[in-house]
């Protein structure tokens, strides 16, 4: 009986970034999509006519103990131009401490075009304590959004993330990517 409970409490911490996941992997539920090559963002053309502002939102789950936020609250981009953000997080304890994001975008109709190129979802960032780093996202929006007319009425696009802690060895797989491929040590920012 305290086995099923003890299972239970670790399925409803694991169901939001599993749900996520799920989201991530599948394009529902505004998670943008990630991993594309690089010979496509080379040949996209800019919709320069067409201006959207992101916002940006952060958010640490109870269980840990970070501070975490955007650098910038909102920048301006025009379907097919890449854009950098970057995110801050702290430990402000006295001990080690990994955590692991998952992310969504607002409107969720908008999330198959938010292209993220590198971010720091999906892998654990280990921070020391009272250790500060800075997160990295680049990221475009894909110039078919600007043809969707779904999209004509959308100029702001928000980009959350929720960090949790993770414990050492578990990680999530990281959508779009082949299980096998060994992703570079520049991809943990």
């Known amino acids: 009986m305290a086995a099923a409970a003890v299972g239970m409490l670790g399925a ?3 169901a939001v970034p599993l749900y996520r996941l799920y989201c991530q992997t599948t394009g529902l539920g505004g998670s943008a999509v990630a991993g594309h090559a690089s010979d496509q963002i080379e040949n ?3 919709v ?5 502002k992101i916002t ?5 789950h109870a269980s ?3 501070n975490f936020r955007p650098q910038q609250t909102e920048i301006y981009v025009v379907p ?3 854009a950098l953000a970057f995110y801050k997080a702290k430990n402000p304890t006295d ?3 990994i955590g692991i994001s998952t992310y969504n975008v607002v409107p969720f109709e908008a999330g198959q075009y938010f292209n993220k190129i590198q971010c720091f979802c999906f892998e654990e960032q280990r921070l020391n304590p009272q250790e500060e780093v800075d997160m990295p996202v680049f990221f475009y929006i894909d110039p078919e959004f600007a043809e969707d007319p779904r999209m004509v009425n959308v ?3 928000t980009l959350s993330y929720t960090f949790f802690e993770a414990k050492e060895g578990h990680t999530l797989p990281v959508p779009g990517y082949n299980s096998n491929q060994q992703l570079s040590p520049a991809s943990n920012l």
Do not use: C, H
């Not at 320069?48 to 959207?52: G, M, Q, S, T």
């Not at 940006?56 to 640490?60: E, K, L, R, T």
């Open 95 to 97: 001990k080690p401490v």
């Open 56 to 60: 940006f939102n952060a958010d640490v």
């Open 64 to 66: 840990l103990q970070w």
């Open 48 to 52: 320069k006519d067409r201006i959207i």
């Open 80 to 82: 097919g131009e890449t």
């Open 12 to 14: 409803s911490y694991a």
């Open 44 to 46: 996209m053309v800019p």
């Open 155 to 157: 100029d702001l696009i």
